[in-house]
Nanobody, 124 residues
Framework: QVQLVESGGGLVQAGGSLRLSCAAS????????MGWFRQAPGQERRSVAAISRGGGSTYYDDSVKGRFTISRDNAKNTVYLQMNDLKPEDTAVYYCAATTSFQIRTREYNYEYWGQGTQVTVSS
């Protein structure tokens, strides 16, 4: 089992940047494929980015390609989401998630473990 704690959310103006962090504890962090999801008010939670166990493969939703970067540091048991050129439509609660799947997954139901979420608000 793994516990996930997100940090780094906040209020930022459009065009600004934030870096989210997700610290993991419990089983070996490198055993998990990691993902970031977000949920805006009144919308379903959806995948934003994902990264393979070793960090060699990544996935990005089309809405964030070229602006967001997912990375991980297995020595620090942490996954990051660098968010640049933020837009008001990026406003959401961002969740970190972990799956024991070897492959990158983008569906919510593929992930077994979730953090509590961190709010990101982008003002226009």
């Amino acid at each position: 089992q793994v516990q996930l704690v997100e940090s780094g959310g906040g209020l930022v103006q459009a065009g600004g940047s934030l870096r989210l962090s997700c610290a993991a504890s419990g089983r070996t962090f490198s055993s998990y494929t990691m993902g970031w999801f977000r949920q805006a008010p009144g919308q379903e939670r959806r995948s934003v980015a994902a990264i393979s166990r070793g960090g060699g493969s990544t996935y990005y939703d089309d809405s964030v390609k070229g602006r967001f970067t997912i990375s991980r540091d297995n020595a620090k048991n942490t996954v990051y989401l660098q968010m640049n050129d933020l837009k008001p439509e990026d406003t959401a609660v961002y969740y970190c998630a972990a799956t024991t799947s070897f492959q990158i997954r983008t569906r919510e139901y593929n992930y077994e473990y979730w953090g509590q979420g961190t709010q990101v608000t982008v003002s226009s």
